[in-house]
């Protein structure tokens, strides 16, 4: 543990930002490095826990509860605060592929499993995690490590994502040989085009990709399985294939005026935005500069499309979403280790509220319809109010207020609403068996009906967290291995 008392000596802090008004002015990360000093105080906040429910990933009702992929926190923790950084490092990629990710862009429901969490802020684990990686790195310590011996057994990984990844560097580790294909221009997935760069600066993404490739892993772009490749062809070339495709068919908004111009999915606009970002010579055909936006969707993606739209200098953006504002501490439904859903100011929102004088979130708003100009170009979204009310069935449905109607203008909407599951592009270019654009292949097994086809990630049990994509992609490869070889030693 780090210091005995140190949970009640200092306060939580975590890695400072840089002045919103400044950094909506370029696309460069907006967080700060911690001083030593103060990340070793942040370390020795890390208690002397009979039980770590910090490292201990489970679902509760449906609710993350700490980490998926069993990181050692409380060791790395007390290394920390004892100035061991090498060995910090040591231990925090035993379990985790790529801490320079999830140190930046998950949610951390460690913190929220954090036992100091029970009375206290919670220790920063997110943020000693990054610091403990990127000095990894500026140290030097990470090199490539290529196996020293080939099994002769070929793997082919589709979709580079972090399940993906995490599925290529476990098999390349084992000895074999590994192929990873994705349908992008870019290696990466999401972390390449669907996280923004102020959140996930793409050279960072660009170094570990260089590194596996160093370590000798094969990548594959601009190649769609079940398009310009089959998947019967990838299992008469390979010994096995893991397909990590993710969940990226997005959910749709059915209602009149969806098709009116203007109107697009956030990915495509996320997508763009990077690729504008990367290639001088892109042309994004949607932009949000000079336009008033909104952004349909009270999520993640919904945030990053407002922090995106700040820095294409957007005349206005406002977000909305069907929930009601989040309580200020964890309502009796949510209690600890569950992740906690408390209000926060993210990053974007900080961001609006410095350029604009206001959070730009608008709470229980539902969209009736959407009217278009006479060249038919999106000009208003029309909402009303909702009231969120408890179903017989344990959920939930919405009821209008009436006379709470409400005219938007905008000449630029954006729907983050949410993802179905998996693309067509792999469901039905193949013969994988499915449910409800899901690939079934079970928990911990990852076999699918397909002989020497495993699947991982998002495609096989939904939209989820960039934790439980690298966990799912590390058992996967688990039981790769022991398919391909009888037994296996990853973990």
């Known amino acids: 543990m780090g210091k005995t008392t140190g949970f009640m000596e200092y306060d939580r802090k975590t890695a400072e930002e840089r ?77 985790n592929n790529f801490p320079e990710f999830t140190g930046r862009v998950c949610p951390a429901p460690c913190e929220g499993a954090c036992t100091v969490a029970i009375n206290d802020p919670a220790v920063a684990i997110k943020s000693i995690e990054r610091e403990i990686i990127d000095r990894g790195f500026a140290e030097g310590w990470i090199v490539p490590e290529p196996p020293q011996t080939r099994t002769g057994k070929r793997v082919a990984i589709i979709g580079s994502g972090p ?103 956030a990915m495509p606009y996320l997508t763009q935005s990077t690729k504008a970002l990367l290639d001088a010579n892109y042309e994004a055909n949607i932009n949000a500069t000079g336009k008033d936006v909104i952004v349909i969707g009270g999520g993640d993606t919904g945030a990053d499309c407002v922090a995106t739209a700040l820095r294409q200098r957007c005349n206005s953006v406002v977000q909305f979403g069907r929930h009601p504002r989040q309580p200020d501490e964890r309502s009796e439904d949510n209690p600890w280790p569950e992740y906690p859903f408390v209000f926060t100011l993210d990053y974007a929102y900080e961001e609006a509220t410095a350029q604009f004088g206001r959070d730009p979130r608008q709470y229980s708003i539902i969209t009736k319809r959407i009217v278009g100009d006479e060249n038919g170009h999106v000009k208003e979204l029309h909402t009303v109010e909702a009231e969120k009310i408890p179903a017989e069935n344990g959920g939930y449905t919405f009821r209008d207020i009436p006379g709470s109607e409400k005219v938007w203008p905008t000449q630029l909407v954006l729907l983050a609403i949410g993802f179905e599951g998996a693309e067509d592009s792999i469901l039905v270019g193949s013969d994988l068996e499915h449910k409800r654009r899901k690939v079934k292949a079970e928990y911990g097994q990852y076999t699918t009906n397909l002989e020497g086809v495993f699947a991982a990630g998002d495609v096989r049990r939904g939209q989820s967290l960039i934790v439980w994509a690298i966990h799912e992609g590390r058992e996967a490869a688990r039981e790769c291995d022991r398919y391909l070889m009888g037994t296996t030693r990853l973990p």
């Not at 696309?27 to 002397?48: I, T, V």
């Not at 429910?53 to 980490?67: Q, R």
Request: hydrophobic share 35%; proline share 4%; net charge negative.
């Open 19 to 95: 002045d919103p008004r400044t950094r909506i002015g370029d696309w460069n990360e907006y967080q700060l490095p911690m001083a030593e000093a103060e990340l070793r105080k942040q370390g020795a906040r890390c208690m002397d826990c009979g039980t770590p429910f910090c490292h201990t990933g489970i679902l509760i009702d449906g609710k993350d509860s700490g980490c998926p992929l069993y990181n050692l926190i409380p060791e790395w923790n007390d290394l920390v605060y004892r100035g061991r950084w090498k060995e910090a490092l040591e231990r925090l990629l035993h379990t």
């Open 163 to 265: 399940a993906g990844l995490a599925a290529a560097d476990q098999l390349n580790r084992a000895g074999h040989t590994v192929s990873v294909y994705e349908r992008d221009d870019r290696i990466g997935g999401l972390l390449m085009y669907g996280i923004p760069n102020m959140k996930l600066e793409k050279s960072l993404v660009d170094r570990r990709v260089n590194l596996l490739r160093e370590e000798g892993i094969a990548f594959v772009t601009n190649t769609e399985i079940g398009n310009d490749i089959t998947m019967e062809q990838l299992q008469n070339d390979y010994d096995a294939v893991i397909v990590c495709t993710g969940a990226q068919k997005h959910r749709e908004l059915p209602i009149e005026g969806r098709k009116l111009d203007g109107i697009h999915l």
